[in-house]
């Protein structure tokens, strides 16, 4: 298998990592996707994930709590993401960093686009905590706008169902899934998909998204090589 693509950005959900479980973090999930990411890391592809916090804190959950401090919150549930994602992939023998939107230099590096296109050349994965680091902004967005930043050549979404349906298909068992969708239906149809933000950046800058379930077989592995999986999103 040979890669399609030299840059990548992998968008983790928070709740893909939690697995059945739907809270927290399952090893063994975690375990699966860093096999994946040791062959994509030795295809010499640049890897820079950004990981949602939805295992850990979602939204207000709720709650009356204002949305600042909500979205802060869950800035935060992306640290600990990341770090055990750091933890578990250097385990396997490769340099990673994280770096943070948000300022925690006991942690983690802040973000600075020259240092991460620096990681990349020396073989590192990068890791890109906190989101944007402002409220009102989703992890999807800042996918997107990182993925601008870096120059990444496609995202690759890894959710928990295998696709975009126009209904939950936990839920409707009728649901259609699409095999390819542009941006602008993305926005105009209000498909769940990905926030309006997220897919408007990707549609001005043309990277397209494939959105695709984590649980499949080697699925990351197979995006990267361009088989068609999932949903593919672009500007076409």
Known sequence: MAPKYKRIVLKLSGEALAGEERFGLNEQVISGVVDQLVKVHEMGVDIALVIGGGNFWRGRQ?????RTTAD???MLATVMNSLAMMDAIERRGIPTRVQTALNMISVAEPYILRKALHHFEEGRIVIIACGTGNPYCSTDTAAVQRACEIGAD????????DGIYDGDPRTNPDAKKY????????VSG????????AATMCMENDIPVLAF?????DSILRAVCGEHLGTLISNE
């Open 62 to 66: 709720g709650t009356k709590m204002e």
């Open 72 to 74: 802060q919150m869950g």
């Open 154 to 161: 496609i995202i690759l979404m890894a959710k928990n169902v």
């Open 179 to 186: 095999e390819r969708l542009t941006f602008r239906e993305i």
């Open 190 to 197: 209000g498909l769940k998909a990905m926030d309006a933000t």
């Open 213 to 217: 379930a984590l649980k499949e077989q």
